[in-house]
C-alpha cells in the first residue's frame, strides 16, 4: 500500500498592496493552522518518505512546522515552482513521476488543482469524510489516500481509498 497525503496551503494574507501573489505569507490564523496541521500529521499520519511543494511563501510557511517537528533527518523536501497554482492534471503528473521506492509522499500545493485532484483520486472511502472533501477543500484542509502498491507511473483518477479529511478548523477551537 502506497500513501499520498495532499496539503492546501493554510490561509494566507491578501491586505499588502503590490504584494505579488507568489509572496503572499500567511496570516495570523493561517499560521495557528499550520502548526495544528504539522501537529496532528506527526501524530496521526504516515511519516512522508518525499514532500513535494510549491515555492509559494504561503505553502513553504505551509510546511515548515511540518519539519520542525518532524524526527530528524527530514525527508527529502522538492520546492518546485511548477507546483505554484498548478492544475489537476499538471499535479497528477506530478505523482506519477514519484520514484517508486516512496512509500508515502505529501503534496503541499493551491486550489483548485489540490481540491481537483482529491476529488479525482477519491473512489472509496469514509462517506461523511467523501461527502466534506466533494463540499470543499479548504486552506489548511489535508486529504489522506491509500493507493495500492504498484509504480507511481499507474496512479490514476479513482485509485485512492480516502482514509481521512481533515480540515484546520477540525482542529482548532474557534
Known sequence: ??????????????????????????????????????????????????????????????LAPLVHRLAS????????????????????????????????????????GIGELAGALAGPGDPAALDRLHEKFPTGALATFEVADGPWRDLAPGAGKLVAFIRARDLLPE
Open 1 to 62: 500500500m502506497k500513501i499520498i497525503l495532499l496539503l492546501r496551503h493554510a490561509k494566507s494574507a491578501w491586505g499588502q498592496p503590490g504584494l505579488d501573489d507568489h509572496e503572499r505569507p500567511l496570516n495570523k490564523r493561517g499560521e495557528r493552522a499550520a502548526e495544528a496541521m504539522a501537529e496532528h500529521i506527526v501524530h496521526n499520519a504516515p511519516r512522508p518518505d518525499l514532500i513535494l511543494c510549491s515555492t509559494a511563501l504561503r505553502t513553504r510557511q505551509t
Open 73 to 112: 533527518p527530514a525527508p527529502p523536501i522538492a520546492l518546485e515552482k511548477g507546483l505554484y497554482l498548478a492544475s489537476k492534471p499538471a499535479l497528477l503528473v506530478r505523482l506519477r513521476a514519484v520514484p517508486d521506492e516512496v512509500r508515502t509522499v505529501l503534496q503541499i500545493g493551491h486550489n483548485e
